[in-house]
T-cell receptor, first 113, second 115 residues
Framework: DAGITQSPRHKVTETGTPVTLRCHQTENHRYMYWYRQDPGHGLRLIHYSYGVKDTDKGEVSDGYSVSRSKTEDFLLTLESATSSQTSVYFC????????????FGPGTRLTVL | GENVEQHPSTLSVQEGDSAVIKCTYSDSASNYFPWYKQELGKRPQLIIDIRSNVGEKKDQRIAVTLNKTAKHFSLHITETQPEDSAVYFCAAPFAGGTSYGKLTFGQGTILTVHP
């Protein structure tokens, strides 16, 4: 599993509340990614990181922010959750520098009521 | 960025039959094409990949073929078994510049293998 964990694994929250999801890796990988998975859309990239404090937007970044203050943790924040952000969120890492081979964490199921 | 189209969206086969899933991509510079399998409630897992310097790659009952001219690649599963039932995703690298390992995924194919 490439040493990737996500927390929490399940969360139910209300519209308008802030939510932070955590991705933790133990193997010092430089590249990390956040995806959301929705039926009919596959996996869509939200944000990614190419190093500590180096992050950039993916294809569906509106309403999300990220931070990476240390190599092992990549945080995804929904500043004010909306029902459209109900989804399963996956974190992923690349095993080698610049490689496209990605390995995924176990996922977080988020429900926004 | 890259545009990846995956077909079919659902595929139903009898145990022992073959299954083929096809993806097309838009960026002729793309050079890496992975396939992921996702079982219900689990994470996507890399099952096979191919790089643009080869046309076919096999691993036991699964194979991937790549046609760079036509810009499509396919997953082939032979002698299907019920445990092959899952959602399968193809992917291709984001186009242009330094991709930082980013991938664009297809929409997924739900494969059901009937005993």
């Amino acid at each position: 599993d490439a040493g990737i964990t996500q927390s929490p694994r399940h969360k139910v929250t209300e519209t308008g509340t802030p939510v932070t999801l955590r991705c933790h890796q133990t193997e010092n990988h430089r590249y990390m990614y956040w995806y959301r998975q929705d039926p009919g859309h596959g996996l869509r990239l939200i944000h990614y990181s190419y190093g500590v404090k180096d992050t950039d937007k993916g294809e569906v970044s509106d309403g999300y922010s990220v931070s990476r203050s240390k190599t092992e943790d990549f945080l995804l924040t929904l500043e004010s959750a909306t029902s459209s952000q109900t989804s399963v969120y996956f974190c992923a890492i690349s095993l080698t520098s610049g490689s496209n081979e990605q390995f995924f964490g176990p996922g977080t199921r988020l429900t926004v009521l | 960025g890259e545009n990846v189209e995956q077909h079919p969206s659902t595929l139903s086969v009898q145990e022992g039959d073959s299954a083929v899933i096809k993806c097309t991509y838009s960026d002729s510079a793309s050079n890496y094409f992975p396939w992921y399998k996702q079982e219900l409630g689990k994470r996507p897992q890399l099952i096979i990949d191919i790089r643009s310097n080869v046309g076919e790659k096999k691993d036991q009952r699964i194979a991937v073929t790549l046609n760079k001219t036509a810009k499509h690649f396919s997953l082939h599963i032979t002698e299907t078994q019920p445990e092959d039932s899952a959602v399968y995703f193809c992917a291709a690298p984001f186009a242009g510049g330094t991709s930082y390992g980013k991938l664009t995924f297809g929409q997924g194919t739900i494969l059901t293998v009937h005993p």
